[in-house]
């Protein structure tokens, strides 16, 4: 499953607890924040976005306070910034080809986009959380 960032976390995470059979298992995938205090940039870029963050340990805690047993949560990002590295990478090998079919303004929107989310990574801003939990 993959969720978003949701204000409420607990009480989504108590429905994930309504919906599995005992022994079932989530798998959470989301965006995360380092400790604070953040840069001015990301501080601006949270409020932009109306984002609640939380940093990976966090997260796992609400899994735990919600019920869940056998918490696991991980900091992916080291590999969510592979993962970004190389889309760009695809995206400037496809780049002619990309402009031909929708706009230069498009493609530029989506490489800043990913070098942006890079750049707060490399601060530490920004994380990527993993996250996998059984229903008791």
């Known amino acids: 499953i993959l969720l978003a960032v949701f204000t409420?976390?607990?009480?989504?995470?108590l429905h994930l607890q309504s919906w599995l059979k005992p022994g079932g298992q989530v798998l959470i995938t989301d965006y995360c924040c380092g400790e604070k205090p953040w840069t001015p940039q990301?501080?601006?870029y949270v409020k932009q976005r109306g984002y609640i963050l939380y940093t990976p340990p966090q997260y796992g805690k609400f899994l735990q306070?919600?019920?869940?047993?056998?918490?696991?949560a991980e900091d992916r990002t080291p590999q969510f910034m592979q993962v970004i590295q190389t889309e760009l990478e695809r995206a400037a090998a496809m780049k002619?080809?990309?402009?031909?079919?929708?706009s230069e303004e498009d493609y530029l929107a989506i490489v800043n986009?990913?070098?942006?989310k890079l750049k707060r990574c490399h601060t530490g801003d920004q994380r990527w959380g993993l996250f996998?939990?059984?229903r008791t």
Not at 96 to 102: M, R
Request: aromatic fraction near 20%; proline fraction near 0%; avoid cysteine.
């Open 96 to 102: 002619d080809e990309f402009i031909k079919e929708f």
């Open 113 to 116: 986009g990913w070098t942006d």
């Open 42 to 44: 990301f501080q601006d």
């Open 8 to 13: 409420i976390q607990n009480a989504v995470y």
């Open 132 to 134: 996998h939990a059984t």
């Open 65 to 72: 306070q919600a019920g869940f047993s056998n918490v696991r």
